[in-house]
């Protein structure tokens, strides 16, 4: 099993996609579970650009890194300085960290225009650059930025910019699409005869522009690169960068290389999960292998064949990547997807048992009353459990009041007051809050009440709140349907509301969303060690 060495640029990289920023704790936080992952480096910032990656570098020194080096990223020595007067040189210096990450120009085009400097200059740049860092006794990764236009453009240049590199000493050349623009052959021709010419590892470092990133980093290992670069989710500047989550099982279920340590496969799902909230992304339901619709079945035919021979319509078992099936409910499902939704409750229900009846019976009312369960995979849950009687109310409203101000045509956000009543048990709690909006202020005053006795829940929050309206006829007393999307950091799951009033339909998606949330909750205390069901609904 040859070995290909990950590299994590999620922290640098990553944090230059649109809307996304780190704080110095959200860093840590992710390094850290990186690290629990297994990845083999991990860059973090560009301690020459910004205070915060100081301050990230300074206080990364006390975490105790089991798998990942940490590695500081930065550029070769500014034209007309040297190396030892260049300050973000001498800030890479002062991270401590054992690798460092330095780029360079293997473009003519940007050498002359970008840079102003003749060929012979930048060269230079590069081979002071890597001879005083490995001088100070750090480890050289190369990044030869623009490396496939560039070699498009002049190969030999694109060529002697990596011997400049590996002649000052470099442990690893990483050759880049930078634009993104590359497609899988022309990376894979062209790694090929840069591994030929270099004696040292090759990498690669490819951007998403034309939709091929990790194609074309497939075609890089194939031709001979030994290390990736990518970021966990594929976030990153214009399109982003290789989606390493994709990237990995593919190149280590499929085609046999060795990754990250066996054991830390079935982690990807949720370790993609956390990277993305913490980075306040909304992972797309069909992302490969991580997304909540990767192996997620809707047709009948499709259904009831994974649910007969799972490898009929999966590639791999979702178990393998901590992900699960997920049987898609809508008219083009039929009654085969619904009846193996219920076996995963109990494997004795058939089509004619009773219980089956009356769920399907209950499922064509609620239906008819404009809930719609294929998006909802919670509330669908909880509506089996309940049928079943396997499900105890955690809390129960006494009842809510909602006033909502409108300041009509001026620029101030409107503003809610809920105050809501609970019963848990015997004990009775009133609180009230303020929101923006109804939905949001009831929201806000039932998890504050339920938080005196179900504090957990101070993890789990909404990420999503979707409303249409269903019904034809008088559009104000239509039929709407409300879908809340929440998670906890790990799990993400949906339910789903229906009502003439959309503040009754937000309540019931809301409801089912905190009850689905402290009925997993409760269940995983009572088995800490029980293992996921396979049809388990997020």
Known sequence: MRKIDIFDSTLRDGAQGEGISFSVDDKLKILQRLDDFGVAFAEAGNPGSNPKDLEFFKRAKTLKLKNTKLVSFGSTRRKGVSVENDDSITAILNTDTEYAAVFGKSWRLHTETILSVSPEENLLMISDTVSYLKQKGRKVIFDAEHFFDGYKDNPEFALTVLKTAEEAGAELIVLCDTNGGCFPDEIGSITEEAVKAAKIPIGVHCHNDTGCAVACSIAAVKSGAVHVQGTFIGIGERCGNTNLSALIPDLQLKLGY??????????LTETARYIAE???????????????????????????????????????????????????????????????????????????????????EKLKELESLGYQFEAAGASFELLVLKEL?????????????????????????????????????????????????????????????LEVFYPQLRKAHLVDYKVRVIAAGDSTAAITRVLIESTDGEKVWTTVGASKDIIDASLKALLDSIEYFLHIKAEEARKPTARKTSERIR
Do not use: W
């Open 278 to 360: 913490i980075a306040n992304v909304k992972l797309a339901g069909s992302m490969p292998y991580v997304g909540r619709n990767a192996f997620g079945h809707k047709g009948g035919m499709h259904a009831d064949g994974v649910a007969k021979e799972p490898k009929s319509f999966e590639h791999i078992f979702p178990e393998t990547v901590g992900n699960s099936r997920n049987f898609l409910l809508s008219e083009v499902s039929g009654k085969s997807t619904i009846l193996s939704k219920l076996k995963s409750f109990d494997k004795k229900l058939d089509k004619s048992s009773r219980e089956t009846v009356r769920i399907l």
């Open 389 to 449: 009687g396997r499900f105890q109310p955690f809390f129960h409203i006494e009842h809510f009041h909602v006033i909502s101000t409108q300041s009509y045509g001026t620029k101030e956000i409107n503003k809610a007051n809920a105050m809501v009543k609970i019963k848990v048990g015997n004990r009775f709690e009133i609180t009230a809050d303020e929101g923006d909006g109804p939905v949001n202020a009831i929201d806000k005053a039932l998890r504050k009440a």
């Open 258 to 267: 060795g990754c990250i340590p066996s054991e830390s496969m079935e982690k």
